[in-house]
């Protein structure tokens, strides 16, 4: 069992490719899109939302079968297809030239895998098993999701606002650190964020 080390990459503007057109390679282009990657993807098909994205122009698409060199210049790199061998294909390319790899559903062959995250603006909770039940990550995240609404992104913001303007004020780290952790103490404070948020 591996030992992995939790981490935010980023990865904006940054090529990553997507092996596979299918419904489980939307979910993750969908995810990288969101980190303002660089997405190609390398598959004869596509779904729907694949092919429109397609279109608009918010992913490379190069329409046959993998090869070797399309991992060139990419930051990491996803196998998504049905195709045990054509994900080992992947796996071996990406691996060969150091580029970080992930094979869906087969944590063996991955140097990372992606966690199910609760997103509220720049709070982003992540969520992981290692691998061993993606259903129990996702139980887990649908959970937060319920405990967590959209008024805590209002409260991240606020809270980094409020951290620019101490730091340009000079104030000691000791001073700033006893604000922020009365201000996060504060039981209302989601909810007093969202009412001055929305007046």
């Not at 990865?11 to 990553?16: P, S």
């Not at 101490?166 to 650190?177: H, L």
């Not at 996060?184 to 007093?192: F, R």
């Amino acid at each position: 069992m591996s030992a992995y080390y939790p981490i935010f990459l980023n990865l904006a503007q940054k090529r990553c490719l997507v092996v596979g057109g299918g419904t489980v390679a939307e979910r993750k282009v969908q995810g990288l899109l969101e980190a303002k990657a660089a997405v190609v993807v390398v598959s004869p098909s596509l779904t729907d939302a694949l092919h429109r994205w397609a279109i608009d122009g918010a992913i490379g698409h190069i329409r046959r079968t993998f090869r070797d060199e399309d991992v060139g210049g990419c930051a990491l790199v996803i196998g998504a297809t049905d195709r045990a061998e054509v994900n080992a294909q992947v796996a071996e390319a990406a691996r060969c030239r150091g580029i970080w790899v992930n094979i869906v559903d087969t944590p063996a062959a991955c140097d990372f895998i992606a966690p199910a995250v609760v997103r509220r603006g720049e709070l982003q909770i992540a969520i992981s098993t290692g691998g061993n039940s993606p259903t129990l990550a996702k139980r887990l995240r649908e959970g937060l999701e319920e405990l967590i609404g959209p008024e805590y992104g209002d409260v991240v913001d606020v809270l980094g606002s409020l951290r620019a303007a101490m730091r340009r004020r000079r104030e000691s780290p000791e001073v700033r650190k006893a604000m922020f952790e009365r201000l996060v103490d504060a039981a209302d404070l989601p909810l007093a964020v969202a009412a001055t948020t929305n007046v």
